[in-house]
């Protein structure tokens, strides 16, 4: 039970002969093993989002292959479940709505879906809520209401694209945990888009490092810290560390990239 992919590249052509083509991927190349939480950091621009939204179907690819299971995943993607930075809440649908959308898709009667969304709020810490609109939740609120009506169609996979980016550090934080709870539980596949080391480094099995664009995998480094997790525990301070060099030592090597330099600390 994995998720492979090989030899993936991403091309955007452009049919203006005068402004070049962008090359975003280029020989992407990684397995992940059934169950494993997988962090993906690297440059801003440099083709995560992209990689997710192939796995996801909702891009092709320009060459190479996505496999779940040993089985290449073409046209349907019900195996993958996304979530995005920004929510992508339904505005005029409620908080149960919007939990029971994936389920009112695949023609489950109203009644068992309801059921559902109502176990998911009630595990969600959601209860009271459930007839407010998203402009009327928090932040931290909203995206549980995305995790919730993701996970609700029981995705093998889930890809999570940088979902905590937009909080507060405390809110992140608390979400963190939250979505580390409800992972143990359930065991799913995750591979989780962070410009933010710590956040990795506290959440992930591997995290993988990528390099500018166009855009290979430079390093796999695993994360051996015991769970629950010390933020300030020394192996994790010490893959900090790690991570950070090949995150510094990529921009310093490519003098001549056009995505300004900023630390990632």
């Known amino acids: ?131 407010k609109y998203p402009r009327e939740l928090s932040g931290g609120m909203r995206q549980r209401v995305a995790i919730a009506r993701t996970l609700i169609n029981n995705p093998q996979v889930l890809l999570m694209d940088e979902p905590f980016g937009s909080l507060d550090s405390q809110t992140r934080n608390s979400l963190q945990e939250f979505l580390l709870k409800i992972w143990r539980k359930r065991d799913e596949t995750v591979l989780f888009v962070t410009h933010n080391v710590d956040e990795a480094v506290f959440l992930s099995d591997q ?6 664009r166009p855009s290979g995998i430079m390093k796999v480094l695993d994360v051996p810290c015991p769970r629950p997790r010390d933020r300030t525990s020394r192996i994790c301070n010490q893959i900090r560390k790690n991570v950070l060099k090949y995150v510094i030592h990529d921009r310093w090597l490519n003098p001549h990239s056009k995505i300004p330099f900023v630390a990632p600390f």
């Open 1 to 131: 039970m994995s998720l492979e992919v090989i030899g993936l590249k991403k091309t955007y052509y452009n049919s203006d002969k005068k402004r070049s083509n962008v090359h975003v991927l280029q020989d992407v190349n990684f397995k992940v093993k059934d169950g494993q939480f997988i962090s993906i950091i690297g440059p801003s621009g440099c083709g995560k989002t992209t990689l997710l939204k192939i796995i996801a179907g909702l891009e092709d690819s320009t060459e190479g292959k996505v496999f779940l299971n040993g089985e290449e995943l073409t046209t349907s993607r019900e195996q993958i479940g996304l979530v995005f930075q920004e929510y992508a809440l339904f505005s005029w649908r409620t908080t149960l709505r919007n939990i029971e959308f994936g389920l009112e898709i695949k023609g489950v009667k109203k009644k068992e879906r309801r059921f559902a969304a109502l176990e998911y709020i009630k595990k969600f810490g959601l209860s009271g809520f459930e007839h």
């Open 207 to 212: 995290i993988i490092v990528m390099s500018e």
